[in-house]
């Protein structure tokens, strides 16, 4: 993933709000050819930026009741 708008080495001091940052430029933004980290998106979920309805469809993915069958 590359940014032009952030100096990435500056943001990696502080490591909470550079993991932060990364996931919602993931999400928002494009991959890049990486995955998503479940552990990671699950504990600053409340703390990440993304519009309504790309919420709505991490929530079916991540929340979703498994099916007995």
């Known amino acids: 993933m590359y940014n032009w708008s952030v100096d990435e080495k500056q943001l ?3 490591p909470e709000q550079y993991k932060i940052w990364k996931l919602e430029q ?3 933004w494009g991959l890049g050819g ?5 552990k990671l ?3 600053y979920w ?3 930026f993304m ?3 790309t919420r ?7 929340w ?6």
């Open 34 to 38: 990486e995955k998503l980290d479940e």
């Open 26 to 28: 993931m999400i928002n």
């Open 51 to 53: 519009d309504s309805l």
């Open 46 to 48: 409340r703390k990440l």
């Open 56 to 62: 709505k469809y991490l929530v079916f993915l991540l």
């Open 12 to 14: 990696k001091k502080y």
């Open 41 to 43: 998106l699950r504990k």
């Open 64 to 69: 979703q009741k498994k099916s007995r069958y």
